[in-house]
Nanobody
Framework: QVQLVESGGGSVQAGDSLRLSCTAV????????MAWFRQGPGQEGECVAR????????YYADSVKDRFVISRDNAKKTVYLQMNNLKHEDTAVYYC?????????????????WGQGTQVTVSS
């Protein structure tokens, strides 16, 4: 069983930065691939970034590439999403998710554990 708690969302202006954190209540985070998904108003959810168990094998959606950085600290059982140069279209609820596919995957159906989500609102 894995419990995930996101934090760090908020309301910012376009061009600003935010860092989301996802802290896991789990025996060890090393066994899990981790990802950040988001769902904007009237949009389908998308995987914006994912990372393998050892911090490698990262993936970014084209919409966030070169602006967002995903990282993890297994000792702290925490995954981060550094979001830079935020745009209005980044407005969404951001969810942290964990999968037993340790190298990571973008398949939403393989993520068994989800956080409650944190709202990010970007004003243009």
């Amino acid at each position: 069983q894995v419990q995930l708690v996101e934090s760090g969302g908020g309301s910012v202006q376009a061009g600003d930065s935010l860092r989301l954190s996802c802290t896991a209540v789990v025996r060890t985070l090393n066994a899990y691939g981790m990802a950040w998904f988001r769902q904007g108003p009237g949009q389908e959810g998308e995987c914006v970034a994912r990372v393998g168990w050892n911090g490698g094998n990262t993936y970014y959606a084209d919409s966030v590439k070169d602006r967002f950085v995903i990282s993890r600290d297994n000792a702290k059982k925490t995954v981060y999403l550094q979001m830079n140069n935020l745009k209005h279209e980044d407005t969404a609820v951001y969810y942290c998710a964990a999968t037993r596919v340790a190298v990571g995957t973008s398949r939403r159906d393989l993520y068994r554990y989800w956080g409650q989500g944190t709202q990010v609102t970007v004003s243009s």
